[in-house]
């Protein structure tokens, strides 16, 4: 019923700065925390930064100070800004909404713990 693609990955050298993007789609009413995860190899999948529909945000103390998240409620979006990359950044990055409240013709749904397809970050000189 949803789905949640992102966007804006690469390879970018030591310093450089990326922007991810993930959009929902799907006849959508509302979506609660959204969050961007990411998972190394032969590391476990890790939280980066989240975001409450009231704009709250927590990140890993790894990132804090370089990564900046936000969303746009109304396209119901969430977006990662990397700036002062390194290469321990490198990873999958995965968007994540916890709860998302769609419409499906005649009832109201709820979709829980989603997960986009991931977009790979690559840090490297």
């Known amino acids: 019923q949803v789905q949640l693609v992102e966007s804006g990955g690469g390879l970018v050298q030591p310093g450089g700065s990326l922007r991810l993007s993930c959009a929902a789609s799907?006849?959508?009413?509302?979506?609660?925390?959204m969050g961007w995860y990411r998972q190394a190899p032969g590391k476990q999948r890790e939280l980066v930064a989240s975001?409450?529909?009231?704009?709250?945000?927590n990140y890993a103390d790894s990132v804090k100070g370089r990564f900046t998240i936000s969303r746009d409620n109304a396209k119901n979006r969430v977006y990662l800004q990397m700036n002062s990359l390194k290469p321990e950044d490198t990873a999958v990055y995965y968007c994540n909404a916890d709860q998302v409240t769609y419409y499906s013709g005649s009832y109201v749904g709820y979709e829980y713990d989603s997960w986009g397809q991931g977009t790979q970050v690559t840090v490297s000189s």
């Open positions: 799907g006849s959508i009413l509302s979506i609660n925390d």
């Open positions: 975001i409450t529909v009231g704009g709250s945000t």
